[in-house]
C-alpha cells in the first residue's frame, strides 16, 4: 500500500525549512508501516519526513546535474519500514554475531531529591568527570551503578547537572514543559560559489567532503553523502578514540583519518585537505573549533564557495549554546522524558534516538540542497531545533486501529496495524574491518540501495583526497 503524501505537513515543514521549492514535496510518498508509532510525540511523522526530505534533494542534485528540470522530478516512494529500521540502526547491528552494548552502565535516568538526572558515561572521559563531580561519591574502586544511585538520592539534580559539566562530564536534569523554540534549520547564503557540477553517477559523485563528525547526527549525514557517492573523509582528534561499534554502525560511506590540529605537521595536512574540500561537516558544540581558525565566518571568508554544515545539541544561541550533549540529553533537557514518562513517573524515551537520525538526514538534505544550488553556504542544524519541530510543529500521528482516512488525508490500512513491522527485508550482511557486520539498509528512495563496502578501522587510513576517478 502507498500512502499519499499530499496531506503530509511535516515533509512540507522539513522541505519549506531548508529552501525547497514550494509543491516538491508531494513527489514524495510513503508506504508500509515500521515501529516508530508507539510514542506520544509523533515521532513516526518526523523520521518519514526527514528521509522524504533528505531523499527529495538527492533527486533535486541529480537532475540539476543532468540539466533536467527540477520540476519534472519524478515521484518517490519511502518504505516506512526502511525507515523505522534505520532509525534504530545501533539496535540491528551485529558485529560477528554480537550485538553492541548502547550505553554503558553509568548512562541512564538517575532518581534524585527531587527529581530525575539523565547522565551520559559512554566515553572514558566523560565516565572520569562524573566520578570527579561526585567526588567521594565515587568510593574506592570507581563509581559503580549502586554508589551512583546512592550519592544521587541525596542530591538535587540541577545541583549535580551543574557539577558535572563544571567537572567536564555530562548529566542533565529532566525537566517539564518544553524548552524554548528553536529553528529547524538556519541557512546563511555566503555569495561565494562552488565547482561547477556536471552529471554524475550518483548525486553527490566527485563532492569532497570533509567530516568532523562524531556520535550520532553527524555520521549519519556524512554516512549518506557517501552512499550518494560524495568522497567523506572523517577527521578526528587522536587522543578521543571513536568506541568501535558506534563507527561500525555509522562509518559506511567514508575514510577515517586522525589530525591533531595542534600539531604543526598535521595541521599542513589538514590544510591541504580543506583547501580541497567542497562541504565540511563540522559536529563539535559553538565555538569548540574557534581556536583553530575554524569558526563559519573564518571558513567562508578563505572559501566563499565551500558549504559549511554545523550541527550542535542545544542550539547555537541561548545560556546552553555551548554545552556538550546527546540525544537522549536533550530528550531530557527538553522535556521529551517527562513527556513520554510511564504509568509509575520515571522518565520515558522516544522509540528511536529520533533526534540525532532526524537532524543528520535533515542535514545531509540541506548539504544537497545547497550544491543543487551552487555552493556557498552556511547551515546549522540541532538536536534541540529537530526536538522542537517535533513537539510544537509535525502533526500527530493519524489512528492505526483500521482502514478509515486519518488526520491530514492520510489513510492508514491493513499495512499500518500493531505487529505488522518486522525490520529483516532491511537487514544486510557485508565483511568490515571489524568483522561480518548485519546491517540496516539506508532508507532513501533516491541513490543507490546500499554501500558497496563496509567501513574500515576508525582513523586508520590516509589522510587524503581520492583520485577524481576512484569517487563513486
Same mark, same amino acid.
Given at each position: 500500500?502507498?500512502?499519499?503524501?499530499?496531506?503530509?505537513?511535516?515533509?512540507?515543514?522539513?522541505?519549506?525549512?531548508?529552501?525547497?521549492?514550494?509543491?516538491?514535496?508531494?513527489?514524495?510518498?510513503?508506504?508500509?508501516?515500521?515501529?516508530?508509532?508507539?510514542?506520544?510525540?509523533?515521532?513516526?511523522?518526523?523520521?518519514?519526513?526527514?528521509?522524504?526530505?533528505?531523499?527529495?534533494?538527492?533527486?533535486?542534485?541529480?537532475?540539476?546535474?543532468?540539466?533536467?528540470?527540477?520540476?519534472?522530478?519524478?515521484?518517490?516512494?519511502?518504505?516506512?519500514?526502511?525507515?523505522?529500521?534505520?532509525?534504530?540502526?545501533?539496535?540491528?547491528?551485529?558485529?560477528?554475531?554480537?550485538?553492541?552494548?548502547?550505553?554503558?552502565?553509568?548512562?541512564?535516568?538517575?532518581?534524585?531529591?527531587?527529581?530525575?538526572?539523565?547522565?551520559?558515561?559512554?566515553?572514558?572521559?566523560?565516565?572520569?568527570?562524573?566520578?570527579?563531580?561526585?567526588?567521594?561519591?565515587?568510593?574506592?574502586?570507581?563509581?559503580?551503578?549502586?554508589?551512583?544511585?546512592?550519592?544521587?538520592?541525596?542530591?538535587?539534580?540541577?545541583?549535580?547537572?551543574?557539577?558535572?559539566?563544571?567537572?567536564?562530564?555530562?548529566?542533565?536534569?529532566?525537566?517539564?514543559?518544553?524548552?524554548?523554540?528553536?529553528?529547524?534549520?538556519?541557512?546563511?547564503?555566503?555569495?561565494?560559489?562552488?565547482?561547477?557540477?556536471?552529471?554524475?553517477?550518483?548525486?553527490?559523485?566527485?563532492?569532497?567532503? !570533509? /567530516?568532523?563528525?562524531?556520535?550520532? +547526527? =553527524?555520521?549519519?549525514?556524512? @554516512?549518506?553523502? %557517501? #552512499?550518494?557517492? *560524495?568522497? $567523506?573523509?572523517?577527521?578526528?582528534?587522536?587522543?578521543?578514540?571513536?568506541?568501535?561499534?558506534?563507527?561500525?554502525?555509522?562509518?559506511?560511506?567514508?575514510?577515517?583519518?586522525?589530525?591533531?590540529?595542534?600539531?604543526?605537521?598535521?595541521?599542513?595536512?589538514?590544510?591541504?585537505?580543506?583547501?580541497?574540500?567542497?562541504?565540511?561537516?563540522?559536529?563539535?558544540?559553538?565555538?569548540? !573549533? /574557534?581556536?583553530?581558525?575554524?569558526? +563559519? =565566518?573564518?571558513?567562508?571568508? @578563505?572559501?566563499? %564557495? #565551500?558549504?559549511? *554544515?554545523? $550541527?550542535?545539541?542545544?542550539?547555537?544561541?541561548?545560556?546552553?549554546?555551548?554545552?556538550?550533549?546527546?540525544?537522549?540529553?536533550?530528550?531530557?533537557?527538553?522535556?521529551?522524558?517527562?513527556?513520554?514518562?510511564?504509568?509509575?513517573?520515571?522518565?520515558?524515551?522516544?522509540?528511536?534516538?529520533?533526534?540525532?537520525?532526524?537532524?543528520?538526514?535533515?542535514?545531509?538534505?540541506?548539504? !544537497?540542497?545547497?550544491?543543487?544550488?551552487?555552493? =556557498?553556504?552556511?547551515?546549522?542544524?540541532?538536536?534541540?531545533?529537530?526536538?522542537?519541530?517535533?513537539?510544537?510543529?509535525?502533526?500527530?500521528?493519524?489512528?492505526?486501529?483500521?482502514?478509515?482516512?486519518?488526520?491530514?488525508?492520510?489513510?492508514?490500512?491493513?499495512?499500518?496495524?500493531?505487529?505488522?513491522?518486522?525490520?529483516?527485508?532491511?537487514?544486510?550482511?557485508?565483511?568490515?574491518?571489524?568483522?561480518?557486520?548485519?546491517?540496516?539498509?539506508?532508507?532513501?528512495?533516491?541513490?543507490?540501495?546500499?554501500?558497496?563496502?563496509?567501513?574500515?578501522?576508525?582513523?586508520?587510513?590516509?589522510?587524503?583526497?581520492?583520485?577524481?576517478?576512484?569517487?563513486?
Amino acid at each position: 500500500m502507498i500512502i499519499d503524501d499530499d496531506g503530509d505537513a511535516a515533509t512540507r515543514q522539513a522541505w519549506t525549512a531548508l529552501g525547497g521549492a514550494p509543491g516538491l514535496s508531494g513527489r514524495v510518498r510513503y508506504r508500509g508501516t515500521g515501529a516508530l508509532g508507539s510514542a506520544r510525540l509523533p515521532v513516526r511523522g518526523l523520521a518519514r519526513a526527514t528521509v522524504g526530505a533528505c531523499s527529495l534533494a538527492a533527486a533535486e542534485l541529480a537532475a540539476v546535474r543532468a540539466g533536467r528540470a527540477v520540476a519534472d522530478l519524478p515521484g518517490l516512494v519511502v518504505d516506512e519500514g526502511a525507515v523505522s529500521t534505520a532509525f534504530t540502526s545501533e539496535r540491528h547491528l551485529r558485529v560477528d554475531g554480537r550485538a553492541p552494548v548502547s550505553f554503558a552502565p553509568l548512562s541512564g535516568f538517575w532518581r534524585t531529591a527531587d527529581g530525575w538526572l539523565r547522565t551520559h558515561a559512554n566515553y572514558p572521559h566523560h565516565r572520569a568527570a562524573l566520578e570527579r563531580a561526585l567526588g567521594a561519591g565515587a568510593g574506592a574502586g570507581g563509581l559503580t551503578p549502586e554508589r551512583l544511585r546512592a550519592e544521587l538520592a541525596g542530591r538535587k539534580a540541577v545541583e549535580v547537572q551543574d557539577a558535572v559539566y563544571a567537572a567536564g562530564g555530562l548529566a542533565v536534569a529532566v525537566t517539564h514543559g518544553f524548552g524554548a523554540p528553536q529553528p529547524l534549520v538556519e541557512v546563511r547564503e555566503t555569495g561565494g560559489r562552488g565547482r561547477r557540477l556536471g552529471p554524475g553517477r550518483q548525486p553527490a559523485s566527485g563532492i569532497r567532503v !570533509l /567530516d568532523l563528525t562524531r556520535v550520532i +547526527a =553527524g555520521p549519519v549525514a556524512t @554516512r549518506t553523502l %557517501g #552512499l550518494l557517492g *560524495a568522497d $567523506v573523509l572523517r577527521v578526528d582528534p587522536p587522543a578521543l578514540p571513536e568506541a568501535d561499534d558506534a563507527h561500525a554502525d555509522t562509518g559506511f560511506g567514508k575514510r577515517s583519518a586522525c589530525l591533531d590540529l595542534a600539531d604543526r605537521a598535521d595541521r599542513e595536512v589538514f590544510e591541504e585537505l580543506l583547501a580541497g574540500a567542497d562541504v565540511l561537516v563540522a559536529g563539535y558544540r559553538p565555538g569548540a !573549533l /574557534d581556536r583553530y581558525g575554524l569558526s +563559519a =565566518g573564518d571558513l567562508v571568508a @578563505r572559501r566563499p %564557495g #565551500l558549504v559549511v *554544515a554545523q $550541527v550542535c545539541a542545544w542550539g547555537w544561541r541561548g545560556p546552553w549554546a555551548g554545552r556538550r550533549g546527546f540525544d537522549s540529553l536533550v530528550q531530557a533537557g527538553y522535556g521529551i522524558a517527562a513527556a513520554e514518562a510511564g504509568a509509575d513517573g520515571a522518565p520515558g524515551v522516544l522509540p528511536a534516538q529520533a533526534l540525532d537520525h532526524g537532524t543528520g538526514y535533515l542535514l545531509a538534505a540541506g548539504v !544537497l540542497r545547497a550544491l543543487a544550488e551552487g555552493g =556557498g553556504r552556511v547551515l546549522r542544524f540541532s538536536l534541540a531545533g529537530t526536538a522542537s519541530w517535533l513537539v510544537r510543529e509535525v502533526p500527530r500521528q493519524p489512528s492505526v486501529s483500521g482502514g478509515s482516512a486519518g488526520a491530514g488525508g492520510v489513510c492508514a490500512g491493513a499495512a499500518d496495524r500493531p505487529g505488522a513491522y518486522g525490520p529483516g527485508p532491511w537487514l544486510r550482511e557485508i565483511p568490515s574491518a571489524y568483522g561480518a557486520l548485519r546491517y540496516a539498509a539506508p532508507p532513501l528512495a533516491a541513490g543507490p540501495g546500499d554501500w558497496p563496502a563496509g567501513p574500515s578501522r576508525w582513523g586508520t587510513d590516509p589522510a587524503r583526497w581520492l583520485p577524481a576517478g576512484d569517487c563513486p
